[in-house]
T-cell receptor
Framework: GNSVTQMEGPVTLSEEAFLTINCTYT??????LFWYVQYPGEGLQLLLK?????DKGSNKGFEATYRKETTSFHLEKGSVQVSDSAVYFC??????????????FGKGTTLSVSS | GAGVSQSPSNKVTEKGKDVELRCDPI?????LYWYRQSLGQGLEFLIY????????KSGLPSDRFSAERTGGSVSTLTIQRTQQEDSAVYLC????????????FGPGTRLTVT
């Protein structure tokens, strides 16, 4: 079945450091890929998405490229800020799967950025 | 405009009791999803509704769980004979439907079974 694997956390960085959070997926069809973020005390919100191979999603300085050949969607940011401290979830949605358009999530990666 | 709302925000119940959790989706969103977030299992899909189609129940963990969506809007998730392992945050999301559309999440209901 479909699944998402993302790197274990926590990830601890200093402000202005480069961030990479790895995400790989398994899917039966042609999924859409997402990064959701959960800031402390807040609900889940979409950070960025890509709906087909080679698409790049970007938002708030974060980027991720849909790589079909490596089944990956790694999240990157060139210079993190303290305000980026949150839990990041990689997810996929695949209409060909049993769950249809529901999101299949990775376990989440906690990012902590210190000043 | 108004986002997805859920009630109650917190619910403490005794093992064996039934609970009902409510979700009000964003107006006009045809798709509605229920997820569960727990420390051990992460974020799990439970059930989703798309328009007037029969719901996809493939994520429900047992037959103690059920959900309905009345009039294509409000949804209620019911857990019968609650168990301690049901303790989690239950999240509702809605979207315009389709795999590429953003799902908007509610704040969740934290369920604690004692």
């Amino acid at each position: 079945g479909n699944s998402v694997t993302q790197m274990e956390g926590p990830v601890t960085l200093s402000e202005e450091a480069f961030l990479t959070i790895n995400c790989t997926y398994t899917a039966t069809g042609y999924p859409s890929l997402f990064w959701y973020v959960q800031y402390p005390g807040e609900g889940l919100q979409l950070l960025l998405k890509a709906t087909k191979a080679d698409d790049k999603g970007s938002n708030k300085g974060f980027e991720a490229t849909y790589r079909k050949e490596t089944t990956s969607f790694h999240l990157e940011k060139g210079s993190v800020q303290v305000s980026d401290s949150a839990v990041y979830f990689c997810a996929l949605s695949d209409v060909a799967s049993q769950a249809g358009t529901a999101l299949i999530f990775g376990k989440g990666t906690t990012l902590s950025v210190s000043s | 405009g108004a986002g997805v709302s859920q009630s109650p925000s917190n619910k403490v119940t005794e093992k064996g009791k039934d609970v009902e959790l409510r979700c009000d989706p964003i107006s006009g969103h045809t798709a509605l999803y229920w997820y569960r977030q727990s420390l051990g299992q992460g974020l799990e899909f439970l059930i989703y509704f798309q328009g007037n189609s029969a719901p996809d129940k493939s994520g429900l963990p047992s037959d103690r769980f059920s959900a309905e969506r009345t009039g294509g809007s409000v949804s209620t998730l019911t857990i019968q004979r609650t168990q301690q392992e049901d303790s989690a945050v239950y999240l509702c999301a809605s979207s315009l439907g389709g795999s590429g559309n953003e799902q908007y999440f509610g704040p969740g209901t934290r369920l604690t079974v004692t």
